[in-house]
Protein backbone atom coordinates (compact mmCIF):
# COMPACT_ATOMS: atom_id res chain seq x y z
CA UNK A 1 0.00 0.00 0.00
CA UNK A 2 0.91 3.63 -0.94
CA UNK A 3 2.08 5.07 2.15
CA UNK A 4 1.28 9.25 2.69
CA UNK A 5 3.30 11.40 5.13
CA UNK A 6 2.03 14.22 6.21
CA UNK A 7 4.17 17.09 7.94
CA UNK A 8 3.65 19.18 10.49
CA UNK A 9 1.61 16.92 12.59
CA UNK A 10 0.63 19.99 14.83
CA UNK A 11 0.42 23.74 13.45
CA UNK A 12 0.32 26.80 15.34
CA UNK A 13 -0.60 29.98 13.12
CA UNK A 14 -1.20 33.34 13.79
CA UNK A 15 -4.73 34.94 12.10
CA UNK A 16 -4.16 37.17 8.82
CA UNK A 17 -0.98 34.89 8.34
CA UNK A 18 0.13 31.99 5.37
CA UNK A 19 0.12 28.17 6.61
CA UNK A 20 1.49 25.21 4.68
CA UNK A 21 1.29 21.24 4.78
CA UNK A 22 3.03 19.02 2.92
CA UNK A 23 1.95 15.40 2.29
CA UNK A 24 5.16 12.92 0.87
CA UNK A 25 3.92 9.86 -0.71
CA UNK A 26 5.81 6.65 -1.43
CA UNK A 27 5.49 6.02 -4.88
CA UNK A 28 4.27 8.41 -7.42
CA UNK A 29 0.84 9.08 -7.32
CA UNK A 30 0.98 10.07 -11.33
CA UNK A 31 -1.81 7.15 -12.75
CA UNK A 32 -1.72 5.56 -15.98
CA UNK A 33 -4.59 7.71 -17.38
CA UNK A 34 -2.02 10.77 -16.64
CA UNK A 35 -4.16 12.45 -13.94
CA UNK A 36 -2.54 12.36 -10.17
CA UNK A 37 -5.18 11.36 -7.45
CA UNK A 38 -4.59 13.21 -4.57
CA UNK A 39 -7.03 15.44 -2.55
CA UNK A 40 -6.57 17.48 0.49
CA UNK A 41 -9.82 17.66 3.21
CA UNK A 42 -10.65 19.51 6.45
CA UNK A 43 -12.35 18.17 9.11
CA UNK A 44 -13.54 20.78 11.97
CA UNK A 45 -13.66 19.22 15.06
CA UNK A 46 -17.26 16.99 15.69
CA UNK A 47 -18.00 17.17 11.78
CA UNK A 48 -17.02 14.52 8.88
CA UNK A 49 -14.16 15.50 6.57
CA UNK A 50 -14.42 18.26 3.66
CA UNK A 51 -13.05 17.93 0.60
CA UNK A 52 -10.97 20.93 0.02
CA UNK A 53 -8.67 20.06 -3.25
CA UNK A 54 -8.57 17.35 -5.72
CA UNK A 55 -6.39 15.91 -8.48
CA UNK A 56 -3.62 18.07 -6.74
CA UNK A 57 -4.75 21.71 -7.54
CA UNK A 58 -8.79 21.97 -8.53
CA UNK A 59 -10.46 23.75 -5.37
CA UNK A 60 -14.01 21.98 -5.05
CA UNK A 61 -16.84 24.06 -5.27
CA UNK A 62 -17.06 26.91 -1.99
CA UNK A 63 -14.16 26.64 -1.15
CA UNK A 64 -12.35 30.26 -0.48
CA UNK A 65 -9.31 31.09 -3.08
CA UNK A 66 -7.12 30.99 0.05
CA UNK A 67 -6.60 27.65 -0.31
CA UNK A 68 -4.20 26.22 -2.87
CA UNK A 69 -2.62 22.80 -3.65
CA UNK A 70 0.95 22.46 -5.34
CA UNK A 71 2.84 19.65 -6.31
CA UNK A 72 3.53 16.81 -8.63
CA UNK A 73 4.90 13.21 -8.18
CA UNK A 74 5.93 12.14 -5.06
CA UNK A 75 5.87 15.84 -3.03
CA UNK A 76 2.18 17.72 -2.04
CA UNK A 77 1.30 20.97 -0.61
CA UNK A 78 -1.44 22.31 0.88
CA UNK A 79 -1.11 26.72 1.52
CA UNK A 80 -3.52 29.20 3.20
CA UNK A 81 -2.82 32.56 2.06
CA UNK A 82 -3.94 34.64 5.43
CA UNK A 83 -5.35 31.65 7.90
CA UNK A 84 -9.31 32.54 9.49
CA UNK A 85 -10.38 31.08 12.44
CA UNK A 86 -12.72 28.78 10.66
CA UNK A 87 -9.78 27.20 9.59
CA UNK A 88 -8.90 25.52 12.74
CA UNK A 89 -9.07 21.76 12.52
CA UNK A 90 -7.44 18.76 11.12
CA UNK A 91 -5.91 18.69 7.16
CA UNK A 92 -5.66 15.26 5.34
CA UNK A 93 -3.91 14.52 2.24
CA UNK A 94 -5.19 11.34 0.60
CA UNK A 95 -4.37 9.40 -2.33
CA UNK A 96 -6.14 7.22 -4.89
CA UNK A 97 -4.19 6.91 -7.63
CA UNK A 98 -3.29 3.34 -6.60
CA UNK A 99 -6.93 2.09 -5.74
CA UNK A 100 -7.79 0.26 -3.91
CA UNK A 101 -6.56 1.01 -1.06
CA UNK A 102 -7.42 4.61 -0.48
CA UNK A 103 -4.97 5.51 2.05
CA UNK A 104 -4.62 8.91 4.08
CA UNK A 105 -2.15 11.16 5.93
CA UNK A 106 -1.91 11.07 9.62
CA UNK A 107 -3.21 14.36 9.36
CA UNK A 108 -1.83 17.68 10.50
CA UNK A 109 -3.91 19.83 13.20
CA UNK A 110 -4.20 23.24 12.78
CA UNK A 111 -4.12 25.71 15.83
CA UNK A 112 -5.02 28.97 16.16
CA UNK B 1 -28.31 18.97 -4.04
CA UNK B 2 -25.96 15.93 -3.08
CA UNK B 3 -26.68 14.29 -0.07
CA UNK B 4 -25.67 11.39 2.08
CA UNK B 5 -27.58 11.28 5.12
CA UNK B 6 -26.15 8.30 7.78
CA UNK B 7 -28.23 6.47 10.73
CA UNK B 8 -27.77 7.69 14.23
CA UNK B 9 -25.82 7.16 16.66
CA UNK B 10 -25.56 3.46 18.32
CA UNK B 11 -24.74 1.69 21.52
CA UNK B 12 -24.05 -1.87 21.89
CA UNK B 13 -22.42 -4.74 23.65
CA UNK B 14 -19.78 -6.49 22.81
CA UNK B 15 -20.93 -9.04 20.77
CA UNK B 16 -23.62 -8.02 19.02
CA UNK B 17 -24.26 -6.47 15.93
CA UNK B 18 -25.18 -3.50 13.83
CA UNK B 19 -26.01 -2.29 10.78
CA UNK B 20 -25.50 1.67 9.77
CA UNK B 21 -27.04 3.00 6.63
CA UNK B 22 -25.97 5.78 4.26
CA UNK B 23 -28.97 7.12 2.82
CA UNK B 24 -28.19 8.88 -1.12
CA UNK B 25 -30.03 11.80 -2.78
CA UNK B 26 -29.38 14.25 -5.90
CA UNK B 27 -27.71 12.21 -7.95
CA UNK B 28 -28.20 8.76 -10.41
CA UNK B 29 -26.88 6.08 -6.96
CA UNK B 30 -25.53 3.32 -9.81
CA UNK B 31 -23.15 6.04 -11.01
CA UNK B 32 -20.59 6.52 -8.27
CA UNK B 33 -18.91 3.97 -5.69
CA UNK B 34 -19.47 4.43 -1.75
CA UNK B 35 -16.62 4.39 0.09
CA UNK B 36 -16.63 3.13 4.11
CA UNK B 37 -13.93 5.31 7.02
CA UNK B 38 -13.47 4.61 10.08
CA UNK B 39 -11.92 6.88 12.68
CA UNK B 40 -11.36 5.97 16.10
CA UNK B 41 -11.76 8.48 18.80
CA UNK B 42 -8.41 11.04 18.76
CA UNK B 43 -7.66 9.43 15.55
CA UNK B 44 -7.02 9.49 12.14
CA UNK B 45 -9.45 8.81 9.22
CA UNK B 46 -8.87 4.93 7.81
CA UNK B 47 -10.12 3.27 4.27
CA UNK B 48 -12.48 0.57 5.39
CA UNK B 49 -13.28 -0.68 1.44
CA UNK B 50 -16.09 0.28 -0.74
CA UNK B 51 -19.13 -1.23 -2.71
CA UNK B 52 -19.45 -1.04 -6.47
CA UNK B 53 -23.32 0.57 -6.84
CA UNK B 54 -24.01 -0.64 -10.01
CA UNK B 55 -23.05 -4.65 -9.39
CA UNK B 56 -23.13 -4.46 -5.46
CA UNK B 57 -19.80 -5.71 -5.25
CA UNK B 58 -17.66 -4.90 -1.98
CA UNK B 59 -14.21 -5.12 -1.95
CA UNK B 60 -12.88 -5.13 2.22
CA UNK B 61 -9.43 -3.57 2.83
CA UNK B 62 -6.85 -5.30 5.00
CA UNK B 63 -8.33 -5.91 8.77
CA UNK B 64 -11.99 -5.77 7.88
CA UNK B 65 -12.79 -8.51 5.87
CA UNK B 66 -14.91 -11.33 8.13
CA UNK B 67 -16.73 -9.29 10.33
CA UNK B 68 -17.82 -6.24 8.50
CA UNK B 69 -20.31 -6.74 5.40
CA UNK B 70 -21.18 -4.26 3.09
CA UNK B 71 -25.19 -3.76 1.02
CA UNK B 72 -26.90 -2.20 -0.54
CA UNK B 73 -30.25 -1.57 -1.23
CA UNK B 74 -31.27 0.46 -4.74
CA UNK B 75 -34.25 0.78 -4.27
CA UNK B 76 -33.96 3.52 -1.88
CA UNK B 77 -30.39 4.33 -2.83
CA UNK B 78 -28.67 2.95 0.31
CA UNK B 79 -25.50 2.00 1.66
CA UNK B 80 -25.15 -0.11 4.43
CA UNK B 81 -22.32 -1.36 6.87
CA UNK B 82 -22.91 -4.38 9.42
CA UNK B 83 -20.14 -5.06 11.99
CA UNK B 84 -21.11 -8.18 13.61
CA UNK B 85 -19.19 -9.88 16.98
CA UNK B 86 -18.78 -6.55 18.08
CA UNK B 87 -15.69 -5.78 20.26
CA UNK B 88 -14.60 -2.72 22.52
CA UNK B 89 -12.14 -1.50 19.79
CA UNK B 90 -14.93 -1.15 17.40
CA UNK B 91 -15.95 2.11 18.97
CA UNK B 92 -15.36 4.69 16.21
CA UNK B 93 -16.69 6.82 13.78
CA UNK B 94 -17.98 5.40 10.46
CA UNK B 95 -18.23 7.59 7.29
CA UNK B 96 -19.60 6.83 4.02
CA UNK B 97 -18.63 9.27 0.72
CA UNK B 98 -18.93 8.72 -2.45
CA UNK B 99 -16.62 7.93 -5.22
CA UNK B 100 -12.83 7.04 -5.12
CA UNK B 101 -12.20 10.60 -4.63
CA UNK B 102 -14.34 11.53 -1.80
CA UNK B 103 -16.19 14.41 -2.82
CA UNK B 104 -19.16 14.22 -0.70
CA UNK B 105 -19.49 12.27 2.88
CA UNK B 106 -21.94 11.51 5.15
CA UNK B 107 -22.26 13.34 8.58
CA UNK B 108 -20.96 9.98 10.39
CA UNK B 109 -22.47 7.70 12.76
CA UNK B 110 -21.16 6.90 16.05
CA UNK B 111 -20.44 3.16 17.64
CA UNK B 112 -20.09 3.00 20.49
CA UNK B 113 -19.51 -0.59 22.13
CA UNK B 114 -19.31 -1.17 26.01
CA UNK B 115 -20.34 -3.82 28.32
Known amino acids: DVVMTQSPLSLPVTLGQPASVSCRSD???????????LSWFHQRPGHSPRRLIYRVSDRDSGVPDRFSGSGSGTHFTLKISRVEAEDVGVYYC??????????FGQGTRLEI | QVQLVQSGSELKKPGASVRISCETSGYDFTDYTINWVRQVPGQGLEWMGW????????TYAQGFAGRFVFSLDTSVTTTYLQINSLKTEDTAVYFCARDDEFDYWGQGTLVTVSS
Open chain 1, 94 to 103: MQSTHWPPGT
Open chain 2, 51 to 58: MKTDTGTP
Open chain 1, 27 to 37: HSLVHSDGNTY
